[in-house]
C-alpha cells in the first residue's frame, strides 16, 4: 500500500519514535507527549493513522529481513508443521540401496550368485522375490538353473510368468515338457504374448505347420520364440525352397527339424549343399535328402562331415561311389566314424576274415554295416555256416550282398527251405547271388519260379530276380532268352530314384502319443 499524501498536522506536539525490534516481534510504536492540549476528534483519526502505517511497513520490512537472513545463511530458523512428510530424493535411493542388499543377501543365502543382476529392476522386498524363486521351483527349475540365467528373476510372476505360460498351454505345450523348455530357453518368461509370442506361432502356422504339431515344434525347438520374423527364418525356407525343396513338404521338414529356422544360410545351409554337390549328388538329390532326413543339416561340416568322408576314404571306399553311399545311408555323415570304423573293421575280419578291401566294399554296399551291433552279425553268419557254407563261401556273400547279415533271420530261413527243397538248386547258386534273401518269398521268388518252372526255363538267380515285375513279364514273352540279359552285373543303389518327382502329399511324423490333458 502506498500513501501519495497526507494532510500536515497543525499541532505536531506528539513524536513518532520506531523501536528496533526483533524481527518474529509484532511492532507498536511508543506515544511521548511533550504537551498535552487537547485535540479534535479530527485529528485524533489522523494521528492514529500515522502511527498504523509506519507499524505495517516495519513489520513487512521485519518479515522480509528475515526471509532472506534465512535464505543467505542456509539455516532452518523455523519448521513448518505439514499434514504429509515427503522424503527426500537422497533417502529414497539409499532405502532402495539397503532394499536390493537385502534381496541380495537372500539371494546368496540360497545358493543364487546374484552379480548379474545389477541396474535389473528388482523386487523392493525380500518376501517378493522369494516368491518369484518358489514359483520357479515349482516350474522344475533348479537354483543351478536360475545360476545359468539369473535375469529370469527380473520376470514378474503376474505380470510375466503366468501370461507366456498360460499361452503356451493354450498351443498345447506339455507339462512334461515345460521344465526342459524353460531350461532351454527361460527367455520366454520375458516376452510379450502379442508382441513376440503370437506372430512366431502365426508365421509357423503359414509354413503349413499343422495347428496339432506347432507344440511339438516348440517343444523340440523352443529357441525359434525368439526370432525375428523377417530374418533367419525366412531366408532359410527361401533357400531351401530355391534348391529343389518341394513347397508342399516345408511343414512337415519344419516339424521334424525345426531347428532349421536358426540355421544361417551362408553359414550352414549353402556350404553344406555346394559340398554334397563337389562329392557328385546333384543338387535336386540334395534336396530330396533334406526332404527325407532334414537333421542332416545339423552335421557340422568342418567338424563332422569333411572328416567322415576323408575316413571313407582312407578304410577303402572308392571315391566314385561316395555319391552312393551319403544318399543310402545319410546318418554317416554324423557318425564318430574315427572310433567306429577301425572297430568294426577288425570285428568283421574276426568272423568272416576279410580283408580291407572286402571292407570297403562291404561299406559301399550296405553303409549301415558302420552301425551294427557285433551280436546280430555272428547271429547271421553262425546261420549261413549252418546252412552248408562254408567260411570262403561266407565272406563271399557278405561281400556281395552285406544285407544278409542284417535281415530276419526266420525270413531268411523260410526262403533257404525253399531255395533247397522246391527250387533244388545247388549253395554256388546262392554264393553267386545272394541277394535272393533280400527278396520275398510269397511276392517274388514262388510266382517267379513257378512261371519259369512252367516253361522249362534254366537261368540264373540273378536273371529270375534282379528285375521288376514288368520286366520280368517281358522276358516270360520271350521265345529265346536272351544271354546277354543273363549277365547281370552287380546291384548298387540308384541316384535316380532320388531324382524322380514325388506325389505323396506331406504329413506330419510324429508318432508319439499326445494327450490335450498334458497341457501346461
Not at 89 to 102: F, G, I, Q, W, Y
Not at 251 to 274: H, N, Q
Not at 412 to 423: G, H, L
Amino acid at each position: 500500500m502506498k500513501v501519495i499524501s497526507y494532510n500536515r498536522i497543525i499541532n505536531p506536539s506528539f513524536l513518532l519514535i520506531n523501536h528496533e525490534l526483533p524481527s518474529n516481534t509484532f511492532h507498536r510504536p511508543r506515544l511521548i507527549s511533550t504537551s498535552a492540549p487537547s485535540i479534535s476528534s479530527f485529528n485524533m483519526k489522523k494521528k492514529d493513522l500515522m502511527m498504523r502505517l509506519p507499524c505495517c511497513f516495519t513489520t513487512r520490512a521485519a518479515l522480509s529481513s528475515s526471509v532472506k537472513t534465512d535464505t543467505y545463511s542456509g539455516t532452518k530458523k523455523q519448521k513448518s508443521s505439514s499434514f504429509y512428510t515427503h522424503p527426500s530424493l537422497l533417502e529414497m535411493k539409499n532405502e532402495k540401496a539397503a532394499n536390493r542388499v537385502r534381496v541380495y543377501e537372500f539371494l546368496r543365502g540360497i545358493g543364487i550368485v546374484p552379480d548379474e543382476l545389477d541396474g535389473l529392476e528388482l523386487p523392493v522386498t525380500v518376501e517378493v522375490m522369494r516368491e518369484r524363486v518358489d514359483f520357479l521351483h515349482k516350474l522344475g527349475l533348479t537354483i543351478e538353473d536360475i545360476n545359468n540365467y539369473p535375469l529370469v528373476l527380473g520376470c514378474s510372476v503376474k505380470k510375466n510368468m503366468i501370461p507366456v505360460l498360460d499361452y503356451l498351454g493354450k498351443l498345447g505345450v506339455r507339462k512334461s515338457t515345460l521344465t526342459d523348455f524353460l531350461r532351454r530357453y527361460p527367455q520366454v518368461l520375458h516376452a510379450s504374448v502379442v508382441v513376440d509370442l503370437a506372430p512366431v506361432v502365426k508365421y509357423l502356422q503359414g509354413m503349413d505347420i499343422k495347428p496339432n504339431d506347432i507344440p511339438r515344434v516348440l517343444e523340440k525347438y523352443p529357441e525359434v520364440l525368439g526370432f525375428k520374423l523377417e530374418g533367419t527364418m525366412s531366408t532359410s525356407v527361401a533357400y531351401l525352397v530355391g534348391i529343389g525343396v518341394a513347397r508342399r513338404e516345408i511343414g512337415g521338414l519344419l516339424t521334424r527339424y525345426p531347428e532349421i529356422l536358426g540355421m544361417r544360410v551362408g553359414r550352414v545351409i549353402k556350404p553344406f549343399v555346394e559340398y554334397l554337390e563337389v562329392l557328385g549328388i546333384p543338387r535336386l538329390a540334395v534336396a530330396r535328402l533334406i526332404e527325407k532326413h532334414p537333421h542332416i543339416l545339423g552335421f557340422g561340416l568342418q567338424e563332422r562331415v569333411k572328416p567322415n568322408i576323408q575316413s571313407l576314404l582312407q578304410f577303402h571306399v572308392r571315391e566314385t561311389t561316395l555319391p552312393s553311399v551319403i544318399a543310402q545311408y545319410p546318418e554317416i555323415l554324423g557318425i564318430d566314424m574315427e572310433a567306429k570304423l577301425p572297430s568294426q573293421q577288425e570285428f568283421l575280419n574276426s568272423i568272416i576274415e576279410s580283408t580291407r578291401e572286402d571292407f570297403g566294399r562291404v561299406i559301399e554296399k550296405m553303409p549301415q554295416i558302420i552301425s551294427l551291433s557285433k551280436a546280430p552279425v555272428v547271429k547271421h553268419v553262425d546261420f549261413l555256416k549252418g546252412c552248408g557254407f562254408s567260411s570262403e563261401q561266407v565272406r563271399e556273400m557278405v561281400v556281395g550282398c552285406p544285407q544278409v547279415l542284417a535281415l530276419n533271420l526266420d525270413i531268411m530261413n523260410q526262403s533257404f527251405e525253399y531255395f533247397k527243397t522246391t527250387m533244388a538248386r545247388p549253395l554256388e547258386d546262392l554264393v553267386a547271388f545272394p541277394a535272393f534273401f533280400t527278396y520275398g518269398l510269397e511276392s517274388t521268388i514262388k510266382p517267379r519260379h513257378k512261371k519259369i518252372a512252367e516253361k522249362g526255363i534254366k537261368c540264373s538267380l540273378a536273371w529270375l530276380l534282379n528285375c521288376s515285375d514288368e520286366k520280368f513279364d517281358q522276358r516270360m514273352s520271350y521265345d529265346i532268352i536272351d544271354m546277354e540279359e543273363m549277365e547281370v552285373g552287380e546291384s548298387s543303389f540308384d541316384m535316380n530314384t532320388l531324382l524322380e518327382p514325388r506325389n505323396d502329399e506331406s504329413a506330419s511324423d510324429f508318432d508319439e502319443d499326445y494327450s490335450e490333458d498334458d497341457n501346461v
